[in-house]
């Protein structure tokens, strides 16, 4: 008896259904929108989150006070505008709408289940994945999609010494009142960081903005015009670059002018910071800018500088870490903030699982989506045409494993309309593919051996 009919035998009608199908894990942005492109190409699926509704980071992890810093055209899905009434940079309760109002149009949520976390996943045979929830249902889907985002898995600093008050994670900080009356110090120079200080500013009585190293800041606008909107198709990266680089200029002036040393980065080398209000604050004295932290002493913080500056609040915007926690150690193939797998979500040597959206670009993931969708489920399809992984043929065709997980979107635009348009080369080298591994199948992995932390 094979392991799919010994499965059938143990579960009952509607669960024998999930073998010939897909599962998404998470409902956020990208889960959504990847659960419209499969409904769309006719690809049966189930949807599953470990939260009590959808929206993702949008529903349980920002800020009652933030707002996208990329603009609402290049964020929302190019198939469902947001409302004109919504404006250039949306509000979270804006989001919320907006990806409930996706789900709806689409008819997404008669195959999203609530509240299932799931605490394992593995590989099976005739290559097929074993799903395990936390109330210890299992179900075999035919292929899994983690969509289950990466700003969830909170990186803590270490620090010397002991603090008398209080240090949070920026995912903690939800409303303006945990910073109101405080003398408020913020670890980080990215978005959440700057977003952070420049609400303590306001109704702090001091915020401390501690930089281990400067940041380009860019304007979330320019001329009226919200600065990714100004960014082209045919763009190439020095160009944008240049462009960046001079409404800098023009904005802020150069970094001396606020007493930041100049960045010792290109600019997009890393994740840029779009914020007008920081340098705005730091010109009002709202704002004062630290090196890193040396250690804490009690009540005060001692910096690098040899400087010392009193503080109440602790809140570290250090960012995340990218995780699979439900995974097998075979199938953690994260290297830092990078997944490495090829074009955007397929492994070389197991078929059926996608890390899709781990990476960060500089544009909105909406529109991003849109493009990735048509292309990720014609491969669905291309793959169940073939014995070995999409994976193994995007390598055979000479595509590297990503570095960073950084990316212009312009040109993953550009290189999203040339597979398209030439998908015939990669069905082409698919079937030679195949024919130099008939007999692959995915190497199964044994059961969970031990509790692993859940999602």
């Keep these: 008896m094979s392991c799919i009919e010994g499965a059938k035998s143990s579960i009952n009608a509607t669960d024998i259904d999930t073998i010939d199908k897909h599962l998404i894990i998470g409902a956020g942005f990208v889960g959504l929108g990847m659960a419209q492109a499969l409904q769309a190409a006719d690809i049966s699926y189930d949807q599953v989150d470990a939260s009590d509704d959808i929206g993702g980071n949008w529903y349980h992890g920002v800020y009652e006070t933030a707002h996208i810093i ?7 899905f190019t198939h469902f505008p947001m409302p004109d009434t919504y404006p250039d940079f949306p ?7 907006y990806l409930n109002a996706f789900a709806d149009h689409f008819n997404l949520r008669r195959r999203i289940e609530l509240k299932r976390t799931v605490t394992y996943l593995r590989p099976i ?10 109330d210890g249902e299992q179900r075999i889907y035919k292929g899994v999609l983690l969509c289950n985002g990466h700003h969830w898995c909170k990186r803590f600093p270490t620090f010397e010494g002991t603090f008398n008050g209080e240090i949070i994670h920026a995912k903690d900080y939800k409303r303006p009142d945990q910073l109101r009356g405080k003398r408020v110090l913020v670890i980080g120079g990215g978005n959440s960081a700057c977003d952070i200080a420049a609400e303590a500013a306001r109704v702090g009585a001091k915020c401390i903005l501690s930089l281990r190293e400067s940041v380009w800041f860019i304007p979330k606008s320019f001329a009226g015009v919200p600065v990714s909107d100004l960014v082209q198709w045919w763009m190439p990266e020095w160009f944008q670059r240049l462009m960046a680089y001079t409404i800098i200029r023009l904005t802020f002036g150069s970094h001396a002018q606020y007493g930041l040393p100049k960045p010792d980065h290109q600019i997009f080398k890393k994740h840029p910071t779009l914020n007008n209000e920081v340098p705005y604050y730091i010109k009002h004295g709202r704002i004062v800018i630290k090196p890193a932290i040396r250690q804490l002493n009690g009540g005060t913080i001692e910096f690098v500088d040899g400087s010392v500056e009193a503080c109440d609040l602790i809140v570290c ?6 995780a699979y926690p439900f995974l097998p150690p075979e199938l953690q193939r994260v290297k830092g903030p990078v997944v490495k ?5 397929f492994l070389d040597d197991y078929k059926g699982l996608y890390y899709i959206g781990s990476g960060q670009a500089r544009g909105g993931v909406g529109s991003l989506i849109s493009a990735y969708g048509q292309f990720f489920t014609r491969c669905l399809k291309l793959q169940d045409e073939i014995n070995p992984p999409i994976g193994l043929v995007f390598q055979t065709m000479g595509q590297s494993l990503p570095k960073t997980h950084l990316s212009d ?5 550009r290189q999203l309309t040339l597979a398209n348009i030439f998908f015939n080369r990669i069905v082409k080298k698919a079937r030679q593919v195949d024919a130099q591994y008939p007999n692959f199948s995915n190497p199964p992995l044994p059961q969970q051996q031990q509790k692993l932390e859940v999602l």
């Design 70 to 76: 990329s603009s609402r055209k290049v964020t929302q």
């Design 125 to 134: 045979a005739d290559n097929h994945w074993e799903v395990t929830f936390a």
């Design 317 to 322: 915007a250090t960012g995340y870490y990218v």
């Design 409 to 413: 979107p312009q040109n993953i635009f």
């Design 341 to 345: 797998c090829y074009s955007g979500a």
């Design 91 to 97: 509000s979270a309760q804006n989001m919320r709408d």
